[in-house]
């Protein structure tokens, strides 16, 4: 019986890291997770990750060919295979080609996490067949990948499309990359929490979210308030989306794209955040863009979304 070509997925991430083996039709013939213990550096988790793997595919080693190893990573570089200096991580300077090349002789790629959940979206999910499109992913950070012409955009650097970090207000909210204004203290799970506090504390208006100190609310007791008609969380939301709205109706007039798609825990919410962002990017379009880019949902489950995306780089290179 010929075997089935498979791919190694990595997605690394503050918490947990996820891994599987991804045929290159997207479908995940195996997984498993494992606690990242970020301030434990690189090596010790893919020695613990790589002992775990091993042991599992010598029972399905018979079944499968493993071709290669796709990661995405936080502060990943694409061209210099390198995670540098992540947040949330004690790694620092961490050369990922020789990492990898401990554990097996494959080729190997890296991007970081946002761009491989564009890749992903892509090849499995609601951007199959564009080739131009903007993944926007909305967790507890702003991430962002670009696509032109079917590729990823990555600079001269490979750190290209961090849209997070566009300054949105002069002076405004700071930001933890030390700079103020940044969209991600907006428009993320965080940044919407904090103009839930802003406008408790400027509006006399009567909210269930009056009951939560800032570090136990979270943007999904926000959502949920929305949904019940509170006003604080309502205007929370149509706050985000106007800001949302507005920076990226500067993304379309620099990259025109067929759709910009939002993934992640604040993307959820739906039509709570599409609408308002919709609304606002058409408002601030030029005319020639006007009504010619979709605003669209993520298809991919949240939980793989990265890992399927560094399964995606790695079978792009196979190619």
Known sequence: MEKRKVVLGI?????????????????LSYRGRIDTRGQAGAQ???????EIFNKDYQSLSGNFELCGVG??????NYYKKTVENPPNLNWGFVKMDKMVEQFVDLPMAITNDANAAA???????????????????????????????????YGFDGFAGELAHTIVFKNGRQCGCGSRGCLETY???????????????????ASELREFSFNKMTSRMIFEAALRNDP????????????????????????SPEAIILFGGLASAGELITRPTKK????????????????LLSSLPEADAALLGG????WQELQ
């Open 119 to 153: 890749l992903g979206e892509m090849m499995y999910g609601a951007a199959r067949g564009m080739k131009h499109f903007i993944q926007i992913t909305l967790g507890t950070g702003l991430g962002s990948g670009i696509v032109v012409d079917g590729k990823l955009v």
């Open 44 to 50: 010790q988790l893919f020695d613990r990750l790589f």
């Open 187 to 205: 428009a993320s799970a965080t940044g919407i929490k904090r103009t839930a506090f802003e406008l408790l504390a400027l509006e006399n208006a």
């Open 71 to 76: 990661i995405g990573a936080p502060n990943a």
């Open 280 to 295: 606002h990017m058409e408002k601030n379009l030029f005319h020639a863009f006007r009504n010619r880019v979709q605003i």
């Open 232 to 255: 604080v969380a309502v205007e929370a939301f149509e706050l985000t989306g106007k800001i949302l709205g507005e920076a990226l109706a500067n993304s379309v007039a620099h990259l």
């Open 311 to 314: 399964a995606a780089l790695i």
């Open 11 to 27: 997605d690394v991430g503050g918490t947990n890291t996820v891994f599987g083996l991804v045929e290159k039709s997207g479908f």
